[in-house]
């Protein structure tokens, strides 16, 4: 329980990270982190550091495909949470 704990932990504040790192690197037009590695984060159980990122820093808000998917990549997450879980106990 305490290494999932870590894990979701550590995970959504890289996320959210990134997409702090992404909208600083669109503004000054630089390299940027590709969208398949920000979905590949949610995917992964960082869905909540994506959503919070994309609320804060005002990015990606524009494109309905993270409008849409990363709410129900949140879902999906909470849902194997869910299901995890009750597995372990």
Do not use: V
């Amino acid at each position: 329980m305490k290494i999932l704990t870590c894990y979701l932990l550590i995970l959504n504040f890289l996320s959210f990270i990134l997409m702090m790192i992404d909208k600083k690197r669109a503004i000054h037009h630089k390299w940027r982190i590709s969208e398949k590695a920000l979905f590949f984060c949610a995917f992964l159980g960082g869905s909540l550091g994506i959503g919070l990122g994309m609320l804060l820093f005002h990015h990606k808000t524009k494109k309905w495909y993270f409008i849409l998917g990363i709410p129900i990549l949140f879902i999906t997450n909470l849902i194997f949470l869910y299901l995890i879980l009750q597995i372990n106990f």
